[in-house]
């Protein structure tokens, strides 16, 4: 799943609107001030559309992932795998719908990669509860969600800044979306399922450091412009 992309815009010399390149591939990010989200909310008092309201629809239906994988039955466990798929796929369609007629907004942007983080870890947590994957998997890519969150918060707090996925991150949430199909889908064999979930892991924790450097990156370029003003 992909974040909305940010719309394009602004001076160079704008820390607002800073490029912050960090490894090489990854290409340039661009940042969000977080007046911009109060202001557009106050301009547009309908900014709870239709596409905001499929990404909230995509939090709402893990539970009903846990629920399934709760009952004994293989039907039950196909339900889970196509609601899931359902769930990821809207992911695609809230985009899309939003670009087609609504236009993509600020507070979109922020909702999207929250109900997204939601949707795996509620998802790994139930496959846990139901003891079809190992908890420390769990943990882990939680822990790299929450630190992840706890940056994006510090950016905002201290610099009014919103940083949009990168293209790791994009592919960190692919990974974790494949892993997590390929274990609701009854009948995938561990030597598949275990491998998939490692990668996940993997791109997990690198795309985490990569963010890490890429805000620390940030930050240290907000203090300079800010003293030389």
């Known amino acids: 799943m992909a974040d909305r992309e940010a719309a394009t815009g602004g001076a160079d010399d704008d820390i607002g609107r800073l490029d912050v390149p960090l490894l090489p591939g990854v290409g340039e990010h661009e940042t969000i001030e977080l007046e911009e989200l109060r202001s557009e909310q106050q301009a547009d008092p309908h900014w709870l559309n239709v596409p905001n ?8 239906l893990v539970p009903v992932i846990l629920w399934l ?4 039955s293989r039907l039950a466990q196909w ?11 809207t992911d695609s369609i809230d ?83 494949v892993a997590v199909a390929a274990f609701l889908w009854p009948g995938v064999p561990d030597g598949l399922r275990v491998p998939l979930l490692y990668g996940a892991i993997a791109l997990t924790l ?13 930050a240290r370029a907000a203090e300079h412009g800010a003293s030389e003003r």
């Open 69 to 72: 994988l709760t009952i004994d």
């Open 95 to 177: 985009g899309w719908v939003a670009r087609r007629w609504y236009g993509v907004t600020r507070w979109g942007q922020l909702a999207d990669p929250i109900a997204d983080k939601l949707l795996i870890i509620g998802a790994l947590a139930s496959l846990a509860a139901v003891d079809m994957l190992p908890w420390w998997a769990v943990l882990v890519i939680a822990g790299r969600e929450v630190a992840v969150t706890i940056l994006r918060i510090r950016l905002v707090r201290g610099r009014d800044l919103v940083m949009p996925a990168s293209g790791w991150g994009k592919a960190k949430t692919v990974s974790q979306v």
């Open 79 to 89: 339900w889970a795998f196509g609601i899931f798929v359902f769930a990821a796929a």
């Open 206 to 218: 690198w795309s985490g450091l990569e963010y890490a450097f890429r805000a620390g990156r940030l």
């Open 53 to 60: 309201a499929v990404t909230f629809l995509r939090a709402l």
